[in-house]
């Protein structure tokens, strides 16, 4: 850990069970002549990992349920509900997620799975698509504030939507898989062909990704410098896919580990920081409304 | 938040940012009294705007019948129901609005729409407010059983709630003309805005997947040219002009003159706290009650002042202005019996009798042997 993490005010929990974890061994030690078997077995045992590792690999798997991740340890991260910048997220809906990290000296990815009974995959009036989100300071060392940066302290965030995994499986979605009963007795497109009729999507001509029609990648780079900032990146550079299982999601981000100017700067051997953020849209669950994690440490294995 | 001034409620109130009116604000006024619910201004406004996939039921202008039309279904009933009876005392709201009603963790007092209650653009139309029973007649004034027809557009607030609401302001009020838009290249789509609107006029694009909502046409509003709903109304029932800041009167300018002069215009559900800019002559024939619920307690004042408009030259010349100029007229004059309508420039746009001159034929046209049918 370096010592920017033991300064960082927002990254307590992982500090101070460390340092749990160092004293209750010395405990232990001096302990021994009191209770040598349940000392032994303790001792014998696997330790529990204290913060999330991406480990090396040769080559990293995009898809979620592949074996090179499952057979990984899972990190658990708690959430908490976003309560400090209104709207807030009234139910905690997410309790938990689970998450492992694999690199390979060129990228760095994080795999991320979480339950949710439903899945919310479409993006339309009223209902709400189903998400995760990856944040990393762009300054690996600095410490950036959670509350998705602050001025001076950007952050990158790397965001999946269940709604923009389709886009990418199915090709784009739009009013006819939300409502495919719908009839529209001369949609522009029939009219005057796809080109011209662009100019009745204003969001398609602002170039807003939100309206974005040739989705390769389900996951998006933002930037943000505090709540209410978030901006799409202007260069494109992570990747992931995302499965639901049934019970629930196996989301897989992955990004170069320097993805380009005013993105994170991640290299082997470098301990930061990592949050997290994640969305049930079911539960109405967008923007603010959402689960989100504190840092905890994120160590890249040399 | 901040404490601003609203002028409708008679007070301060709690806004989540410090007030800062525009240089000059975009105002309508719509006499309910003459809309046909012809449903023009609805058509003018779609083909113009709205008629990309995604936007099937998106409707930035719409006609709905009172009491039991309404789009989306319920709004209003919604409305009422979240902000409880309104509360007047001497002129001033004594309620709370849709910003200081909001519960915790909020930053507006809203509710969503499903795509159910957006599934219906024109339920309830022409129905009356209750059944017309055998052997009633129109007898009296407001009439037992009523309906009548109220268009709505977005009302330009001057405190927008759907600005108010959106995490990302994302959306603006234009300094120059108080224009409130949608940015359509920052909006993520959280339908903050959709919820929170009190008058339910953002809506969600289900193709592009952002918020939309009534531009006011403001590439016309730049050209002096007033928006669409206005200038295509078969019943003349509108006009768009500027309204002068609270403590302004400008009795030469048609808005401020029919809100401000003659207080025939009122705000709708002006306790919700946006201070709309769409101003309504309420429709005189409606029971009183139900007026008073809609557009405050000015309304009696109002009623009376439209009902006298034949002995009122200047009322009188200035609604004959409405629909006679595709301009935005920003000053009018009534003089011998003509009422002028004049550009920014104080140049004359338009003229118009008072009174059209009729001439009554006999009923007995002698020269063809016949009776006639229509002798104005
Ligand atoms: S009417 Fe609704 S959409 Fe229009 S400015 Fe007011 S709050 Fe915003
Ligand atoms: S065009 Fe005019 S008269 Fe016709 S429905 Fe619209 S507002 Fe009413």
Redesign the interface.
């Known amino acids: 850990m370096t010592s920017e993490h033991e300064q960082t005010p927002d990254a307590p929990q992982a500090v101070s069970r460390r340092s749990f974890l160092t004293k209750a061994a010395g405990a232990a030690a001096v302990g021994t002549t009191l209770a040598v078997g349940i000392g032994l077995r303790e001792l014998t045992r696997p330790e529990p990992p204290t913060h999330l590792v991406a480990h090396r690999a040769g080559t990293i798997p995009l898809d979620p349920e592949d074996r090179a991740w499952t057979r990984l340890a899972k990190w658990p991260v708690p959430m908490l509900l976003q309560?400090l910048?209104?709207?807030?997220a009234?139910e905690l809906v997410v309790p938990e997620i689970s998450v492992r990290a694999l690199h390979n000296g060129d990228q760095i990815a994080f795999h991320i799975e979480w339950e949710d009974a439903g899945e919310d995959a479409i993006?339309?009036?009223?209902?709400?698509r189903d998400a995760v989100a990856v944040q990393l300071p762009v300054d690996p060392a600095a410490n950036a504030a959670v509350t998705m940066g602050a001025t001076n302290q950007p952050v990158h965030i790397m965001q999946w939507r269940a709604?923009w995994q389709a886009d990418v499986d199915l090709g784009r979605r739009?009013?006819k898989d939300?409502?495919p009963n719908?009839?529209?007795d001369?949609?522009?497109?029939a009219l005057m062909g796809e080109e011209a009729?662009r100019q009745?999507?204003?969001?398609?001509?602002?170039?807003?990704p939100?309206?974005r029609r040739d989705r390769t990648s389900p996951v998006d780079d933002l930037i943000a410098v505090g709540?209410?900032?978030?901006t799409t990146h202007e260069e494109q550079t992570a990747n992931g896919r995302g499965v639901f299982t049934g019970k629930g999601w196996r989301v897989v981000i992955i990004t170069p580990l320097q993805p380009g100017a005013d993105k994170t700067r991640l290299s082997p051997g470098i301990t930061t920081s990592i949050a997290f953020a994640v969305w049930n849209g079911g539960a109405?669950n967008?923007?603010?409304r959402k689960q989100w994690a504190n840092w905890s440490p994120l160590e890249i294995e040399t | 938040m901040a404490d601003v001034f609203n002028w409708q409620l008679g007070r301060d109130m709690q806004y989540p940012y410090q007030a800062e009116r525009p240089a000059r604000q975009i105002a309508w006024i719509f006499d309910t009294n003459k809309c046909i619910a012809c449903q023009t201004c609805t058509v003018a406004c779609k083909s113009t705007w709205t008629s990309g996939t995604g936007q099937e039921y998106m409707l930035w202008n719409n006609v709905e019948t009172k009491p039991f039309g309404f789009f989306p279904t319920g709004w209003d009933v919604e409305l009422l129901n979240l902000l409880g009876p309104a509360k007047w005392e001497g002129g001033v709201s004594t309620g709370n609005t849709v910003f200081e009603s909001a519960p915790a963790g909020e930053r507006v007092n809203g509710w969503l729409p499903t795509s159910e209650h957006w599934a219906h653009p024109n339920i309830g139309e022409d129905e009356p407010s209750g059944p017309v029973e055998r052997g009633t007649y129109i007898d009296k004034l407001p009439h037992d059983t009523w309906f009548s027809y109220l268009a709505r557009i977005c009302n330009h607030c001057t405190y927008p709630a759907c600005l108010a609401a959106c995490p990302r302001q994302a959306i603006y009020k234009r300094p120059e003309d108080g224009i409130v838009l949608v940015d359509q290249e920052r909006c993520r789509g959280y339908q903050e805005c959709v919820a929170a609107c009190p008058y339910k006029k953002v809506m969600f694009n289900n193709e592009s997947r952002v918020s939309e909502k009534c531009i006011a046409c403001f590439p016309k509003i730049e050209q002096g040219i007033q928006p669409q709903c206005v200038t295509s109304c078969i019943g003349r029932i509108r006009i768009a002009s500027f309204i002068s800041a609270p403590e302004t009167v400008n009795p030469q300018s048609p808005i401020d003159f029919l809100v401000k002069v003659r207080k025939v215009a009122l705000p709708l559900y002006p306790q919700a706290g946006t201070e709309p800019n769409v101003y309504y002559i309420p429709p005189i024939h409606a029971p009183r009650e139900y007026l008073r619920q809609m557009f405050g307690p000015n309304v009696d004042e109002a009623v009376e002042t439209y009902q006298q408009i034949a002995a009122d030259d200047e009322l009188l010349g200035l609604m004959m202005l409405f629909g006679s100029t595709e301009r935005i007229m920003h000053s009018f004059a009534v003089k011998d019996g003509i009422a002028t309508g004049y550009d920014e420039d104080g140049t004359e746009l338009v003229s118009v009798p008072l009174r059209e001159p009729t001439f009554i034929r006999e009923y007995f046209d002698e020269v063809h042997n016949t009776y006639r049918q229509n002798i104005t």
């Open positions: 309560n910048a209104t709207p807030f009234p993006d339309a009036m009223a209902r709400f709604a739009g009013v939300a409502f719908m009839y529209h001369a949609p522009p497109e009729a009745f999507y204003p969001a398609v001509v602002a170039g807003n939100m309206a709540f209410g900032s978030l109405g967008r923007g603010a």
